[in-house]
């Protein structure tokens, strides 16, 4: 079992960085390939980004390949999101998500996460 919950969320304006961040709980976090997910209002949620076990396999949905960035800290139990040059249209609930199996790849699809956090609300001005 892993529990995550996820906080960093906040108002910004359009152009800022802002640093998410999933903190787990679970004694097999270390083995789980983890993803980062955001729904807006009346859309359904999307990927955002995935990353290995290990750190070094990572995955950005296209539109955020350069702005955003996803990370691990295996012994802290915490995984971030980085977003640079943020946009209106980044507004959105995040989602940080895990597996429970994963091996040595990375997830893109919201069905193939087990567990999931609360979410955590980002908002982008312009």
């Known amino acids: 079992q892993v529990q995550l919950v996820e906080s960093g969320g906040r108002l910004v304006q359009a152009g800022d960085s802002l640093r998410l961040s999933c903190a787990a709980s679970g004694r097999t976090f270390s083995a789980n390939a983890m993803g980062w997910f955001r729904q807006a209002p009346g859309k359904e949620r999307e990927f955002v980004a995935a990353?290995?076990?290990?750190?070094?396999?990572?995955y950005y949905a296209d539109s955020l390949k350069g702005r955003f960035t996803i990370s691990r800290d295996n012994a802290e139990n915490m995984v971030y999101l980085q977003m640079n040059s943020l946009k209106p249209e980044d507004t959105a609930v995040y989602y940080c998500?895990?597996?429970?199996?994963?091996?040595?790849?990375?997830?893109?699809?919201?069905?193939?996460?087990?567990?999931w956090g609360q979410g955590t609300q980002v908002t982008v001005s312009s």
């Open positions: 998500a895990a597996r429970r199996y994963s091996g040595s790849r990375y997830y893109v699809n919201v069905n193939e996460y087990d567990y």
């Open positions: 990353i290995n076990w290990s750190g070094d396999s990572t």
